[in-house]
């Protein structure tokens, strides 16, 4: 039988983790706001970066989007220790392109914040701007097979939680539809 007392969730500590790893994986939140501005700027001209950052950080409060990333991350890790079992060891250290894992990961984020969240991950997951671009450039070292995905998702779900929360203060509306 298993002890209940034995494990318990600290939820402090996987949002601390999830902000840790992803500074140390080379991700700073500022870089995934240029991503929901470059997403965003057409449709409202007046939003800031300050503005999307925000929005980054309500995405990363929630639990779904930290446990993508601490999966994601670790994943990544093992493959660069090469710690992984074959075959998967060489699909995720050479971004297999016939490897989906990764993307499918990355939807469990988007998921929360719906289809405009969606339609983004692809758009940005297809054109690869900012911090993006630098992820998936193709080394040994360090791999980053789920965190381009990550990121992607993070920004795709930020830019569709402002896009709603932009229409509600439109219509005068004080409890937007994402939180
Ligand atoms: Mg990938």
Known sequence: MSNPSAYSLNSQKVAQATEQWLQQRGVTKREIAHLALFLQKDYFPELTIEECEE??????????????VLTGIQLDILAEEGKLLPPLQDMIKHDEGLYGCDEILALSIVNVYGSIGLTNFGYVDKLKPGILKKLNEKADKPIHTFLDDIVGAIAAS??????HRKQAEREG???????
Do not use: F, G
């Not at 929005?55 to 993508?68: G, I, P, T, Y």
């Open 55 to 68: 929005n980054v950080d309500a995405v990363l409060s929630k639990r779904e989007v930290q446990n993508a």
């Open 173 to 179: 509306v004080t409890d937007p539809p994402l939180d």
């Open 158 to 163: 930020a830019s569709s939680r402002i896009a």
